[in-house]
């Protein structure tokens, strides 16, 4: 056996020990379709029953906690309390009324916001003039808690609509300038190298290169701000709110109603999954390409 050979041998000795030593970590391609290339059955079966099984376990020991009197209903009602509570919304239509308008003013401040933070990070890192003049005050603006402006912004803009939808559109800034602009500044240079080899101008370049390379750096950055845009919203509507979702929750603190504070709470959580699906269903459909490694 010669040298090589020899070497070729030790070297896939090697790489068995390797493959022994990780069979126990299976990896698993969810692929465009976000389901198992190939998996024992057992695997999502189990996977499912967990996700159901632990929320009705919580639920179950938050019900019989608050029935057998460990928890004081005034201080945390039981689930079906606040399922009663529910139906009192629905009921008289207040549910109905202030999702609508939490929802519009949530999805305008996105919507300006998202816009502002693209346009700034695709100038700033496209451009060395855009960087030199918007990088270090947004910067520098990003660490101040949008929470802290609120007095700011009523002095600004009053106690009206505007307040709040100015407050959403602060906060939601941020995390898309952040992720533009990386992504934009991590694409890999031997690919700016190849379009140039083959002719594009920079604008080709741009529009070919950079900004396909970076969009899942600029969808990330918008699902940050979808979550932002709620957190800020639940602050926004404590201002002189006088619909929306905030405007129950004044209320019920005000008459010490806490499953009614409680079923609020859930109907924010509930915005909140609906705009982080719709906007994984967005970031599907733009990157299809795009594969899932997980393991298990």
């Given at each position: 056996m010669s040298v090589v050979e020899s070497r070729i041998v030790e070297a896939e000795a090697a790489r068995a020990v390797q493959l022994g030593a990780d069979r126990s970590v299976h990896l698993v391609d969810l692929g465009a379709n976000g389901k198992p290339a190939s998996s024992r059955s057992w695997i999502p079966v189990g996977r499912g029953a967990l996700r159901t099984l632990v929320p009705i376990g919580l639920l179950v020991t938050w019900q019989t906690a608050s029935v057998s009197g460990l928890v004081e209903p005034t201080v945390l009602p039981p689930p079906l309390m606040v399922i009663g509570a529910f139906g009192e919304l629905i009921g008289t239509g207040e549910l109905q009324a202030a999702i609508p308008?939490?929802?519009h003013r949530a999805l305008t401040g996105l919507a300006l916001g998202a816009s502002t933070g693209l346009v700034l990070g695709l100038f700033a890192g496209l451009w060395r003039l855009g960087e030199e003049l918007f990088d270090a005050p947004l910067q520098m603006l990003r660490t101040i808690p949008f929470i802290a402006m609120i007095p700011l912004f009523i002095i600004w803009f009053g106690i009206g609509e505007t307040a709040k939808v100015a407050l959403i559109y602060g906060a939601t800034i941020f995390p898309v300038y952040l992720n533009t602009y990386a992504g934009v500044r991590g694409v890999?240079?031997?690919?700016?190298?190849?379009?140039?080899?083959?002719?594009?101008?920079?604008?080709?370049?741009?529009?070919?290169?950079?900004?396909?390379?970076?969009?899942?750096?600029?969808?990330?950055?918008?699902?940050?701000?979808?979550?932002?845009?709620?957190?800020?919203?639940?602050?926004?509507?404590?201002?002189?709110?006088?619909?929306?979702?905030?405007?129950?929750?004044?209320?019920a603190n005000q008459n010490q109603r806490t499953d009614v504070i409680i079923a609020g709470i859930i109907v924010y959580a509930l915005l909140g999954i609906v705009i982080d699906l719709a906007v994984r269903w967005v970031e599907r459909l733009a990157l299809p390409w795009r594969t899932s490694i997980v393991f298990t």
């Open positions: 308008a939490s929802l890999d240079p031997k690919l700016i190298e190849a379009a140039k080899v083959f002719g594009l101008n920079p604008r080709q370049i741009s529009l070919r290169v950079i900004l396909p390379t970076a969009l899942p750096s600029i969808l990330v950055g918008i699902r940050f701000s979808a979550g932002v845009s709620l957190l800020a919203l639940v602050a926004a509507e404590q201002i002189n709110a006088r619909s929306g979702i905030g405007y129950i929750l004044n209320n």
